[in-house]
């Protein structure tokens, strides 16, 4: 069973930049995983940022984008503003089943 | 516009099964997959499976194999979700979401909560 690692939780300054990563344990994440990124606030179902990973939905705003980087599925925040503060879920597709990470609480301070 | 509805929340004892539902409107129905997601109380989400609303064929984790069926109406456009033997770390969130072309879950339901309790 293929397990999927994010950072637990990060804090970045109001108009930085921060970037969230999603690694598999079975190796290299690349473009046949389709990761996803969601932005889930408290009491909120999640909403897609990222898909087939660096493709954006129609509502999500230009300061954030997705990558490869070292082997690993990335979500970069540019310019951060106070109501990105949320948690971030990554989903990678893995031998025909999807997988979660385990979430990164980003805080804004 | 698009739209998933689940059913209400439900409380239930261990042991038992509950029967979700996940009302679909604003597109057609049976040209998407749906998948079924959950989340409990301060843990990670969960991908328990998905179908194939044209068909009805399913495809469901390891773990979930034996406990959950889906099966879809697409005279209501509704897929259901029945879980079976409830365990307390059963209690959760659960939210459908549609998948498109390209692995993008676009739209998901608000969720309806399941609380398992003796």
């Known amino acids: 069973q293929t397990v999927v690692t994010q950072e637990p939780s990060l804090t970045v300054s109001p108009g930085g930049t921060v970037t969230l990563t999603c690694a598999s344990s079975?190796?290299?994440?690349?473009?046949?995983?389709?990761p996803n990124w969601f932005q889930q606030k408290p009491g909120q179902a999640p909403r897609t940022l990222i898909y087939?990973?660096?493709k954006k939905h129609s509502w999500t705003p230009a300061r954030f984008s997705g990558s490869l980087l070292g082997g690993k599925a990335a979500l970069t925040l540019s310019g951060v503003q106070p109501e990105d503060e949320a948690e971030y879920h990554c989903?990678?597709?893995?031998?025909?089943?999807?997988?979660f990470g385990g979430g990164t609480k980003l805080t804004v301070l | 516009q698009v739209q998933l509805v689940e059913s209400g929340a439900e409380v239930k004892k261990p042991g038992a099964s509950v029967r979700l539902s996940c009302q679909a409107s604003?597109?057609?129905?049976?040209?998407?997959?749906i998948h079924w997601m959950r989340q409990a109380p301060g843990v990670g989400l969960e991908w328990m499976g998905r179908?194939?609303?044209?068909?009805?064929?399913?495809h469901l984790p390891q773990g979930f194999q034996g406990r959950v069926i889906l099966t879809r109406d697409t005279s209501t456009s509704t897929v259901y979700m029945d879980l079976s033997s409830l365990r307390f770390e059963d209690t959760a969130i659960y939210y459908c979401?549609?998948?498109?072309?390209?692995?993008?879950?676009?739209?998901w339901g608000r969720g309806t909560l399941v609380t398992i309790s003796s």
């Open positions: 989903l990678l597709y893995c031998n025909h089943n999807w997988v």
């Open positions: 979401t549609r998948e498109t072309d390209g692995g993008l879950f676009d739209y």
């Open positions: 604003g597109y057609t129905f049976t040209s998407y997959y």
């Open positions: 179908i194939d609303p044209s068909n009805g064929h399913t």
């Open positions: 087939t990973t660096s």
């Open positions: 079975t190796g290299a994440v690349t473009s046949n995983h389709y």
